[in-house]
């Protein structure tokens, strides 16, 4: 559904429509709000597949960077090579 709406308003814009999107307060009985809502709720029970491949970059640089440092973190608490700040407890 999302990428169905995401196509019709590049077609639109394409077409030199203006498409902008605003806020409506909920029943505010403005031309087309109760078509929208029913949709919506008919969207959001829907059983269909799941649309996640537009992950925002921040998500993924933000994703890179912490497994980045879990694994440092993995490979210095595992190494006993060059740790001179890090304190030594024998294994027992």
């Known amino acids: 559904m999302i990428e169905f709406i995401r ?3 590049i077609s639109l814009v394409h077409l030199k429509w203006f498409v902008s999107f605003g806020r409506v307060k909920g029943h505010a009985r403005l031309g087309g709000n109760e078509l929208v809502e029913r949709l919506a709720k008919e969207a959001a029970v829907e059983d269909g597949p799941l649309v996640y491949e537009k ?3 921040e998500v993924i640089v933000t994703r890179q960077k912490e497994n980045g440092l879990r694994t440092w973190e ?10 001179v700040t890090k304190p030594f407890f024998p294994r027992q």
């Open 7 to 9: 196509n019709k308003i």
């Open 55 to 57: 992950i925002p970059r």
């Open 74 to 83: 993995q490979q210095w608490t595992n190494t006993r090579k060059g740790a």
